[in-house]
């Protein structure tokens, strides 16, 4: 298993680095690596190296569940291994 | 996104009125999102809200533990499709609303949990009845909030119940400080929140889904609770009126078609029907509508389905890929999506023929041995019985397969179950929620003895609002399920599940003050349904059935859906 870097970049408020890291942990990956700038107007970024603990994990699925929260602005990052294609619009890819 | 005002107007206090306190606001703030019942239990640091509430317009419904007021605005908002508001102190309040709050999220359930904390000022100190309840709850709620800003409620309020409705809808928490709750506000900010748009799918997307659709001859319709939640079951049925493709669904997706639908194959999974879950492992096409893949739906993930490509829309971009690759992904609202397949009549009358066949092959049987009431065929004639109005809210165990199994759907507000969490101690309070919602439908509870006992104090509740709640309680003196298990899959070592010593359940729900009746014999069936039936209050019908009972189907644990033990 490989280390993928995310790029989050989301609004500075309470509980949001916590419910990030927790969303992680809860959905597979093992965090290996984190670098949090200084935020700056309530925004922040995150990049965070995540490691899937099994072979069956998709980085692309936890891209998603990581933008659908509240807050999240952006994930870029990670590379996609299977082939489902999700039609939509996103500004997550 | 369009940035619009809620109702909470900033400069509502009259001359000479105080300035509204943080408790104020929160409820003023509820009545501009159209509340009109809670269902709570007052404490120590959420004394402020309750002090608001007299005269305040809110039906405040007091439950008799937190744990049932989160089962209770779930159900409420299953039935009217608005945000169920539930209410508790901190601590052991807060704690024990989160079963309830997590029924929510697995069931995407719209509902926003208001819980009291202590004053600021002690926060982090372990002070009395303190918990981080805004930590503990971050894996079970869409979202959550902590208010440290008196002014700020309104702003909450409204985030809170958009994001609990919007999208895929689920669970929010507002952890309110005791003295944030209590500080007055002269100048409260209004509320302004962008208006969620249901995205619309990619028109690329849609017209892979169609070609895909058009292509195969053994397409499988595979329902889920997110039908309903998009508000997409008249589209849906417009569609396959048209396009006839046989459906099955999750124990969540029950009443998108109704039961009697000749396009209606069952539940598919683990207590599904036979024919339901051979037509998806010999399908070529799964269209899946607002469905997740839930392994009680697929059984082993690798044999699911085997030669079938996957068109899947979903509003939740991150289900889609999640347990199962799909060929044709589609992102966005569903009731639009539907709307946009344009497949028309497809050719597949060979195998609406084998569909047909199947359903032939593998109905239910009915005439079990002895003279004891068979709980399939009792909740069968029930359903039927009550009609169009019929409602189950339903426990967990074999009860709760039965109904899903046996009884007759109409709509999906029809079938109101714990289906991701599975909560023992849902039925009874979902009851009370769902009558209270839709007071003209016939709501029935279905229980088990070992259910009812973890929110049987609501008994109490149903009696102080005269809920005129039908409740049937399967009594088989044991945990019927893990009982079957035990007896399939370890050998027979009955460990824990006896539960002979009940009490007598018609003498407590008289305690109560609710009517209540025992059957055991067969016979006794069609009376015991016209009884309950025709009661008009509250009523408790206590059946004694036999603990051997298994529920079957069943596909074993960790095998594929095409190895299903019939007995």
Redesign the interface.
Known sequence: METQTLHIEFESE??AL??LI?LVE?RGYDVRSMNLPVPSEGSMSLDVGVMARDGGR?I??LR??I?????VRRVLGGMEH?????????DDA | MNAIQTSIDPDITPAGKQAPTGAELVVSALRGQGVDMVFGYPGGTIMPLYDALPGSGLKHILVRHEQAAAFAADAYARTTGKAGVCIATSGPGATNLLTGIANAFLDSVPMVAITGQVPTSVMGTDAFQEIDI??MS??VV?????V?RAEDIPQIIAEAFA?ATS??PGPVLIDLPKDIAQTRVEKPKPAKIKKAER?A??P???A?AEALLKRAKRPVLYLGGGVAKAGAVEALRRFNMLAGIPAVSTLTGLGVLPTDSGDFYGMLGMHGAKAANTLVQEADLLLVCGARFDDRATGKVDSFAPDAKVIHLDC???E???IR??E?????DLKTALESLAVGILDISPWRTRAQELRNRHTFNYNAPGAGIFAPAFLEELSRTAGDNFVATCDVGQHQMWVAQHCHFSRPEAHLTSGGLGAMGYGVPAGIGAKLASPDDCVVTVTGDGSIMMNIQELATIRRYGVALKIVLFDNSTLGLVRQWQELFYEGNFSEVDLYDNPDFAEVARAFGVEAFTVTRREQTSAAIKRLLNTRGPVLAHVRIDPRENVWPLVPPGKSNAEMMEH
Do not use: C, W, Y
Request: hydrophobic content about 30%; aromatic content about 4%.
């Open positions: 309470e509980g916590l419910r927790g809860r998709d692309g699925v998603r569940q933008h659908r929260l509240s807050g299977q082939n489902t294609s999700v039609g939509g619009q996103h | 805004f930590g971050m894996p869409k979202h959550s909030f902590l440290r994001l999208g895929r995205r799918p990619d690329v997307a849609i892979g939740d971009p991150a889609i890929g999640k690759n799909a044709a992904g589609v992102q966005g």
